[in-house]
């Protein structure tokens, strides 16, 4: 490495927006290599990063708020020199690090020169540490980017940063510089500190950042970038796949990783320019909220069965398939009915939401007393966990804390913050591994060990949702309690809905409880993680279906939004699946020989995900349109040549048997819908919304009509 230099011939460009907390550090760095000048370029900050520049003997210019790009090209066309270092305000320079770059960029005959990075956490906690172990231990360390980086200003000047991105713009300007023919690498001898915050907020904006500017360098270069579509699942299977040798903690990271990614992702790329989200679009986000528990659900089943026996695994995916079975018959519609009512509320919706997190967990709480009679009176299955009180009270308890955390979904998508929900989703995934890992680290081998982990993660989301909505100042108004009027309103528009999706979902919830009882708990278990991820497929459709229903609700609806949503679904699945079959196998066979036998059921349920592409679309079309007892006649169909014959299908044929019968229905229902579609997309008639009569939204209900 090179020895002082007394004057550096560089200009250090360092764009800066609320970074006090940071920037001292880099600066003292910089200014210790004794460049020509430091330029920082303020982005209207709030803080004392503008100071605390001044004070160390910066130049400071504005970029009056028009972001980083902006900011990097208004410093390099204020520089004086010809070589022009890009430096963020979260990078330290190493005493001669500055120098050991010009001269490996002078030598090598560079355009462009990156510093290696070392990245690190500026805090003890999770995310900051998830994030540094992702960013040393992955391949992106050797791609040119410009957080860190000797150029030659010419070159920026003629192939400068496109500033209508907001992030990605590093990856689309190296597209452009390649094109062009410059020498671009990255250091193998000099490096940097990276550092990264430590909070799951800066965490979700990293991963929002880069799955938006992917998204927009593959629109812009689509044949350069399209491979990018591919980038955030194939970074989350290495990344998984080494946090399984070294850093097993490091797993959840990475399911937030991919999905706010992938989210971020396809909402840009299917967004229609100048409008908001397309149903494409929407399907994507809402797949994206859908698939969090799941995806994190099959890390706690997979450590579970790394370390449980099969029977144990089996009857605990038992209890938590009736605890899902009870909420979704104790919903009563009421979440429905929360995203036509709270809009409407002068108060932000404080007495409706209170109403309705008491209704659904009264309604819950019955619905599970119910359920735990019935199978304890059967016998068997299921029925025989409630013999222990403690399971049956943890059973209960998991199934109203489920309840209210689904209300608070509802609660966020009516106040259009559906982000909320995906935060809540990771802390509760977050929470039942640490129990999990925690009480099998201590030597709890138990039943109640999956149900009571399961449990404190539903906790932890409510607690999340309570304080979200406290900080958002409408906290539920707790002080009217629960009282016939306010539920009658819920209920009202709520129940017709719930009727179809009781008869859609239901069957889901009730297959394996029908496999408890009859092929016993071994091979539930097998069951339960195969259904669970051919079930994150399938929120694809369903996703596509809801979407649909709130595009053909607006005021005017556009055309073609049958035939919309149903390729994106078709795409979006047919992508889904296909990953699912690849990758199916590999992650069963990691979880043992009884759970690898189970990949023949994989190509049996995918095509039937396919297939529920078009009856989803068809429901929500439905919904849209008022035809409920049409859409739910069909689903009460398609769940009965379920249900019915499940038990005997079982009994003679296994659970390859289970599976075609699903996939059966899944066509029957398929059939109807298609012969229904044709029809119904013609003409598209509106209908009367469900209307909730005034005397039950008046002062005495505690809740408005919109």
Known sequence: MRGHVSDLEVSVVVPARNAAGWLGE???????ERPREIIVVDGCSTDATAEI???????????EGRGLPAARMLGVQ??????????????????????????????????????????????????GAALAWHHNHSRVRSWFGVCATLMRRKVLLSVAFDDTFRSGED????????????????????AVRHRFADTFDFARDQWLQDGAGMARTIRKHPARAGWMLALPLLATVRGMGLSLLHEPRFLPYWAGFMLYN??????????????????????AWLTAARVVPMVTGFLFWALAALMLHPDQIGMGSAVMAAALLTVQFGMLGVGQATLTLLPGQSDGGRRLIASSLLTVGVSTVVVAGAVAGVT????????LAWHDPVVTAIFVATAVLAAAAYQLDHVGVAQERADRALVRSLVQSLVQLAALGGALATGLRELTVVVGAVGAGALASVLVGLRQLRRAGVSPDWRGGLRPGPAVALLKPGLPNHALMLADRAPGYLLPLIVAATLGPASTASWYIVWMMASAVFFVPQSAGFSLQTALAGVRPKPGLVSSALRASLALTLAAGAILLLAGPSLLGFLGPQYAAAWILLPVLVP???????????YGLCRARGRLVEATGVAVLAAALVVAPAAFTAQEYGLTGVSVLWSAAQAAAA?????????????LPAADPVEVPPAALNQSTGIEKP
Request: proline share 3%.
């Open 671 to 683: 059939l109807i819908a298609i012969f229904r579609l044709r029809k119904l997309s013609l003409a």
């Open 26 to 32: 880099c600066l003292e760095s910089i200014r210790s």
């Open 53 to 63: 520049a001044r004070s160390l003997g910066a130049r400071v210019i504005s970029d």
């Open 376 to 383: 304890f009176a059967l016998g068997s299955g299921v029925g």
């Open 78 to 127: 204020s520089a004086s020199c010809d070589l022009v270092a890009l430096i963020d305000a979260d990078v330290v320079v190493p005493p001669g690090g500055l120098g050991g770059l010009l001269d490996e960029f002078k030598v090598c005959g560079y355009d462009g020169l990156q510093f290696g990075l070392v990245s690190e956490s500026d805090g003890p906690g999770y995310w």
């Open 171 to 190: 990856i689309e300007l190296r597209i452009r510089l390649k094109e062009a023919g410059y020498r671009l690498g990255v250091s193998s001898t000099t």
């Open 608 to 618: 039937a995900l396919l297939l529920s592409c078009v009856t989803q679309v068809y």
């Open 262 to 283: 992938y989210g971020a992702m396809f909402g840009e790329i299917l967004r229609p320019r100048g409008a908001g989200l397309s149903v494409g679009g929407n399907t």
